[in-house]
């Protein structure tokens, strides 16, 4: 049994919002797996809870008008993984979550949660800043959006303000077209487990796949929240795909990241494994995306 | 410390294959309902924070711990347990009957979530390698089996159903 | 006539654990059970100066708070040894149901019992310890300095306990000019035994006595400690055993039953749930001990070890539990597996204010086979010669006879096992083919032996009893002291009774539960002497049930009792193998007999002065991904000769648990510590990395039958046996991928990255 003060049980999202005017203290639970856990080893003991739980308007992946991508924030890992557009156009994202726990974390876990926790080890969050997600926010006010860099403001925190939900992760057309990536969870064992350290990469190829147009990528567990890595990608922009960019567009990383030392893992053991990684994820974004190295 | 106010809430749900209602605390999680209220032995408690397996019950067709999983949540849901498996006259479901030929069960508390488990990925009607097994397994943790007579057990219940012999390893 | 053993006979409690009715201990506990929940401490080593219990009193449902000042000042020990009449051989009291002297992060202040786990966990978190604090210490080398905080008073410079082995003349035999050198030191984890059932119990009084129903592999031995522990004559105590969800040890202690049933106590005798968070099972229950190991070999070139030192610093944490028994047993086989004329072997085992030490499965081998075999390979890369040749020049010999236990090798096991695995494993053609590789992914290959006696004696006693008790039917009902686990005796149990009464196996319903009320004695589940300890009170009782009613068979059919004989649960006439009547036929006659009526029982104790050696070997491929510090495991096999094999399908699984356990050992497992305040860092099942599904290949069993002759059913240790010999396996693998020698496990990214960089096979 928890230790909840109340437990309010949204209808639907406008009744969510009306919940969290009513309720400014409570906290929004999902799927459960961080709140319930968190709640029982007493660092939310005794709180309120608003369970969005029930709001399956919530749930899948769509594709809207101007062909932007829709997952809705309370769709599972699972359902991510299975779903056919996340397949045909931002697969790596469905491969990221699949990595996730376990296979009932994964049915229980939601992307919503996993971006809300603001936690920089969550394996959807690497992908969904290398693809420049933006983050749908719903309020009293409305629809909010807002670019995933911007949603994260310090480890644990992110933008929600008084009254809203998260309702939604928009990948825009502009950057899944024609776009390939990989990511590699680097963890200390192959099930069941959290980052030590989450690589995204992506590339889009020019035409005869020679040339690199755009590389992007993204670290969890890199810093406080996931971050991308600007010089790497610089230096990966316009440049003909080889393994010497490979090779300098993963030493180009440690520019840009800033891992810690814990007891989890040594700051120059991630810095390590963060190049090395970077480097074996553009190899296979190339690869995946028709170029040759 | 401000005084927790009782909260109750009549859950209704369909439970391995009957409609049921309980009136439950709302701060129960589904474990607690299940063990509690429908004395489910089966759903055994080992972390309670979703690490282990050993609470694993199917809600619509999917693998879930209900130890993670608030009681008041099953509202409208098909939840199945391992009780749920047996025939009318106790007769073991084919995938119990694996467990037991291969040898997979030991001590016996991983058995039941491992066995629900077993259960989406053969109703799956699907094909799976040795790879792809060993990760659909992976929620549920044992010390007793190293997983091998687990996975021989899953194997050879998926290729029977399949109707396909078993490959030769 | 139909035999049993030797079959794979179907576990007795398969259909039970298949269908989720197999009651453990939260399964049988009324639910109007008040819940004790322990308030740990938050230091690592100092005193409790008070407890303010105020605020936590006055939580709804809470019914009591008691603390460490509150307790009776009654020391008690927690090992699940049989317990000694000679006051120097018992062991350490040295605990009370709460400790004012905390002496880890995580020892036991105060418990509050409540209506509900809610209340009980609110009002722990509302308890207001004031604390003095003291140093602490967590290194075991660090804990024998002159200045180290003093742990226990009764003992100074915190060494628990020194012991040593001498042989021929070390320093003299190492000045033989042109030996080699090899030292090494190797470091083993803290790790956790991790059974899917955390520990718990429930207590309640009746007929003024107090019971207890727990998760415990050692019934009888928790009775008395739970008598020692709160002062009550033993008769006064009554343990209940139901099934339970894996022990490897740990459940090898008195570990929450005397508090337990000292709440009851102090409620009126009202039923009192304790159960663990696997947190709390982490940490304040037992763990492995972490062993460091020092070991100096001077060699002539040709392989011939001359003169070899052994130091074991074995890390007690903060109470005795098992205490010294498992770094000597380590130490025990140092001189055994690879016998030297010259030797000076010490360990010592050393308090801390890491949690306490017990037993784990292996009692000290694991530690000593990673810290031993690494060395073997160390020596081979020094001298240039290769693992097998070495370890067949110099591995115990065929009729070495222990002088001490008596336990003798009795056949070439070692390389019958050395043989079946490297066929297994194509051993010799990947020898040469993983030589002299370049790349940045290697693969290798590895090997390591190891030793093992299958039970306590002469140690400690060994003793068995069983009762047997005839039904009307035929069938029987068969009772032990030693405790099913999951590790299947109660199926072998049924097996050996079958055919030493002369009975089908499916006439054997064997009482899974023990209940010191009822039960016959026996010290439960440790070692791996399950099959080897029981077997004696099993054929000894069989033998008595046996003639009792061959007898009765007599008085029934008028043969003599020398051409009876009780077949497949028939009467038989030897001459001509007449049927004469059923075993129900006879049984049901007696016992309703108008002259004669009598209930055909048998009961008897068994003790046991012999031991016996089990031994084997693992086989580990490693694939080394050196930029990614990585190693995946390819294949790995372990073979035994544990004698007869019983049942063999659950010898194969209990091999397979052991390999899985092993494999964490190696690669992941670690309880690790924040170096500045002595907390546990990682106890919980995500941040503590036992093998997933995902992380092992298939694991395969061997086997080599060689019958024990000490044994009635030719059978020896196999519980612990296979997680001794895979973890030095690995780490030989990898040296043999890398070059790189590794001197500790976990053999962890972490670990690899900091070797790696040393070797220069990364740069950054």
Redesign the interface.
């Given at each position: 049994m928890y230790d909840m003060k109340a437990l309010y049980q949204a209808k639907d999202v406008a009744d969510a919002v009306a919940l969290r005017l009513a309720h400014p203290e409570a906290h929004i639970i999902a799927g459960g797996s961080d709140v319930l856990v968190q709640m029982r080893e007493g660092k939310r003991a005794g709180v309120e809870l608003i369970s969005i739980q029930g709001l399956n308007e919530l749930r899948g992946v769509s594709l809207e008008e101007d062909g932007t991508l829709r997952i809705g924030s309370l769709t599972s890992f699972s359902h991510i993984t299975r779903d056919p557009l996340i397949q045909q156009y931002i697969n790596v994202l469905g491969e990221a979550v699949d990595q996730v726990g376990g296979p009932q974390i994964r049915n229980i876990g939601t992307i919503g949660g996993n971006t809300c926790n603001g936690v920089t080890s969550a394996d959807s969050a690497s992908t969904l800043h290398a693809w420049d997600a933006i983050v749908e926010l719903t309020g009293p006010n409305g629809v909010r959006r807002q670019p995933i860099h911007d949603f994260y403001i310090k480890a644990g925190k992110v933008d929600i303000r008084e009254g809203e939900i998260q309702t939604a992760i928009l990948i825009p057309k502009e950057s899944y077209e024609n776009t390939f990536g990989h990511y590699i969870k680097y963890a200390m064992r192959n099930a069941m487990d959290i980052a030590t350290l989450g690589t995204s990469v992506n590339v889009r190829l020019s035409a005869d796949k020679k040339t690199v147009e755009r590389a992007r990528v993204a670290f969890g567990v890199a810093g406080p929240v996931p971050l991308r890595a600007k010089t790497a990608e610089a230096v990966a922009a316009g440049k003909p795909a080889s393994m010497e960019l490979a090779e300098a567009f993963s030493q180009a990383v440690k520019e840009d990241i800033n891992p810690r030392d814990s007891w989890r893992a040594a700051k120059d053991f991630r810095m390590h494994i963060a190049v090395e990684s970077a480097k074996r994820a553009f190899i296979e974004s190339v690869r995946l995306a028709g170029g040759e190295l | 410390?401000?005084?927790?106010?009782m909260?109750y809430q009549t859950v209704h749900f369909n439970l391995n294959g009957k409609d049921v209602e309980r009136t439950v605390?709302?701060?129960?999680?589904l474990t607690?309902m299940l063990?509690?209220d429908f004395r489910?032995?089966?759903?055994?408690?080992?972390?309670?924070?979703?690490?282990?397996?050993?609470c694993?019950v199917l809600i619509d067709g999917?693998?879930?711990?209900s130890c993670?999983?608030?009681a008041?949540?099953a509202?409208g849901k098909r939840i199945r347990?391992?009780?749920g498996?047996?025939g009318p006259n106790?007769e073991?479901s084919d995938i119990?009957?694996a467990?037991?030929?291969e040898?997979?069960?030991?001590?016996?508390?991983?058995?039941?979530g491992f066995?629900l488990?077993a259960v989406e990925i053969l109703e799956s009607g699907k094909e799976y390698t040795d790879a792809e097994l060993?990760?659909?397994?992976?929620?549920?943790?044992?010390?007793?089996?190293?997983?091998?007579?687990?996975?021989r057990a899953v194997k050879k219940t998926m290729y029977k159903r399949l109707g396909k012999p078993m490959p030769e390893? | 006539m139909s035999k049993s053993v030797g079959k794979s006979v179907v576990r007795v409690d398969a259909y039970e654990k298949a269908t989720g009715r197999a009651k453990y201990m939260d399964d049988l506990c009324g639910r109007e059970a008040l819940v004790a929940k322990i308030c740990h401490s938050t230091i690592a080593h100092g005193f409790v100066k008070s407890i303010d219990t105020a605020e936590a009193e006055n939580i709804p449902g809470v019914v009591r708070v008691l603390t460490c000042f509150d307790v009776p000042d009654l020391p008690f020990p927690t090992a699940g040894h049989p317990w000694s009449t000679d006051p120097g051989h018992q062991d350490v009291a040295d605990r009370l149901l709460l400790n004012r002297h905390v002496r880890y992060y995580g020892d036991d202040v105060a418990v509050v019992i409540a209506e509900n786990e809610v209340a009980a966990a609110q009002a722990v978190r509302a308890l207001k310890v004031e604390y003095e604090e003291l140093p602490f210490v967590l290194d075991v080398q660090k804990a024998m300095e002159p200045d180290a905080p003093q742990i226990h008073d009764e003992f100074p410079g915190n060494v628990l306990k020194h012991t040593d082995i001498r042989k021929g003349n070390y320093e003299e035999a190492r000045k033989e000019p042109g030996l080699i050198k090899v030292e090494g030191w190797y470091d083993t984890p803290t790790v956790q035994h991790c059974h899917i059932e955390n520990h718990g119990c429930f207590a309640y009084m009746e007929a003024g006595r107090v019971v207890v129903v727990s998760s415990t592999q050692i019934p009888h031995i928790v009775r008395r400690v739970v008598g020692q522990a709160l002062g009550l004559p033993w008769g006064k105590v009554r343990i209940i055993k139901p099934y339970i969800g894996g022990g490897f040890g740990n459940k090898q202690d008195a570990l929450y039953e005397p508090l337990c049933a000292w709440c009851s106590t102090q409620v009126g005798g009202r039923l009192v749930k304790l159960e663990c968070a696997r947190e709390e099972t982490f940490v304040s229950n037992r763990v492995r001990h972490a062993i460091r190991t020092h070991i100096i070999s001077y060699v002539r070139p040709d392989g011939t070890l001359v003169a070899r030192k052994f130091e074991a610093f074995s890390n007690q944490g903060a109470y005795a539990s098992h205490g010294h028994g498992v770094v000597a047993k380590g130490m025990g086989a140092f001189p055994q597996l690879y016998p030297c004329d010259n030797l000076e072997c010490d360990c010592w085992t050393v308090f801390t204010n890491r949690p306490a030490a017990g037993a784990m499965r292996g009692y000290g081998i694991p530690q000593a086979m990673f810290a031993g075999e690494s060395h073997i390979d160390d020596i081979c890369k020094a001298i240039g010669m290769a693992p097998l040749e070495f370890r067949r020049k110099n591995l115990m010999p065929v009729g070495y006879v222990d002088g001490f236990s008596k336990n003798e090798l009795y056949t070439d096991t070692f390389n019958q096992c050395l043989e079946k695995g490297m066929a297994a494993i194509d051993y010799q053609r990947k020898v040469v083919e993983y030589q002299n590789q370049t790349g940045p992914i290697r693969k290798g290959i590895g090997l390591a032996m190891f030793w093992y006696n299958t039970a306590v004696w002469p140690i400690s006693l060994e003793s068995s009893s069983c009762r047997m008790v005839l039904n009307q039917d035929g069938s029987l009902q068969f009772q032990t002291g030693e405790t099913e686990i999951g590790q299947g005796c109660d199926t072998a149990y049924s097996q050996m009774v079958a055919d030493a009464v002369g009975i089908p196996v499916e006439d054997v319903h064997v009482v899974s539960s023990q209940d010191t009320d009822v039960t016959p004695f026996g010290t439960g589940a440790y070692a791996s002497r399950q099959t080897y300890v029981g077997s004696f009170a099993i054929q000894q009782t069989a033998t008595a049930l046996r003639e009792r009613i061959l007898n009765i068979a007599h008085e029934q059919t008028r043969m003599p009792v020398s051409n009876l004989d009780l077949v497949d649960g028939q009467i038989v006439r030897k001459t001509d193998g007449r049927v004469l009547k059923s075993l129900g036929d006879l049984a049901t006659e007696c016992l309703y007999s108008l002259e004669h009526s009598q209930h055909i029982t048998a009961e008897t104790t068994a003790q046991i002065k012999t031991n016996a050696y089990s031994f084997g070997c693992s086989f580990a491929e490693v694939e080394v991904d050196i930029p990614m510090c990585k190693v995946k495991l390819l294949n790995i096999i372990n073979v035994h000769d544990c004698g007869r094999l019983i049942n063999p399908a659950l010898a194969e699984a209990q091999v397979h648990g052991g390999m899985s356990m092993a494999i964490g050992y190696g690669l992941s497992e670690e309880l690790k510590f924040d170096e500045k305040t002595g907390k546990p860092l990682n106890n919980n099942l995500l941040d503590y990395k036992l093998s997933t599904f995902m992380d092992h290949p298939t694991l395969q069993a061997e086997f080599v039958e060689n019958a024990e002759p000490t044994s009635p059913f030719g059978t020896k240790a196999l519980g612990e046996p296979p997680a001794c010999s895979p973890a030095p396996a690995i780490r030989n693998a990898i040296l043999n991928a890398t070059g790189v020698a590794i001197d500790c496990c976990p053999i962890t990214p972490h670990v690899l990255y900091r070797k790696f960089k040393e070797a220069g096979l990364i740069a950054d």
């Open positions: - | 410390m401000e005084k927790h106010v909260q605390d709302v701060r129960a999680s607690d063990r509690n489910m032995t089966s759903v055994k408690k080992g972390c309670e924070v979703g690490e282990c397996g050993a694993n999917e693998a879930f711990n993670i999983y608030l008041v949540w509202e347990t391992l009780e498996l047996l106790g073991l119990q009957q467990f037991v030929d040898a997979a069960i030991q001590c016996g508390f991983c058995t039941p066995i488990t060993r990760k659909l397994l992976s929620g549920h943790l044992c010390r007793c089996t190293g997983y091998e007579n687990i996975l390893q | -």
